[in-house]
């Protein structure tokens, strides 16, 4: 199964998943403040990539989840973290916020 998914794909993810969705942002807080994904109804939550290994079991494992950074770099190496971890529903953001912004919100900054 293709862990990559794109912005078009999270929209839809976001309003046919059973089971409530986590987009789980990467990126550092500094990058967070410039901008950020929202998605009514679904909850967001900031863990640096290089908090995750001592962080991810504040997450449910059995929840989806989609990862996402600026490009979709560092989330891909969070994906694959987390799988070894035994998560099996957790994807990441092709070309992170950066494709967010320029295929469905130029609202949101880019950096």
């Known amino acids: 199964m293709s862990v990559q998914i794109g912005v078009g794909d999270l929209q839809a993810m ?7 969705l986590l987009l789980l ?6 990058e ?10 679904v ?3 900031l863990m640096p990539m290089g908090q995750v290994p001592a962080r991810f079991e ?3 494992a059995t929840q989806p989840i989609v990862c996402y ?11 694959a ?10 994807y990441n953001l092709a070309g992170g916020i950066d494709a967010w912004s320029t295929e469905l919100d130029p609202a949101v900054p880019r950096y």
Not at 14 to 20: A, F, G, Y
Not at 32 to 41: E, F, N, T, V
């Open 14 to 20: 976001c309003q046919s998943s059973p089971r409530p």
């Open 25 to 30: 942002d990467v990126r550092e807080p500094w």
């Open 32 to 41: 967070a403040q410039l901008a950020s994904i929202q998605i009514d109804g």
């Open 43 to 45: 909850r967001s939550l």
């Open 58 to 60: 504040e997450l449910d």
């Open 69 to 79: 950074c600026h490009h979709g770099v560092r989330s891909l190496q969070v994906v």
């Open 81 to 90: 973290f987390l799988q070894r971890a035994g998560f099996e529903s957790v």
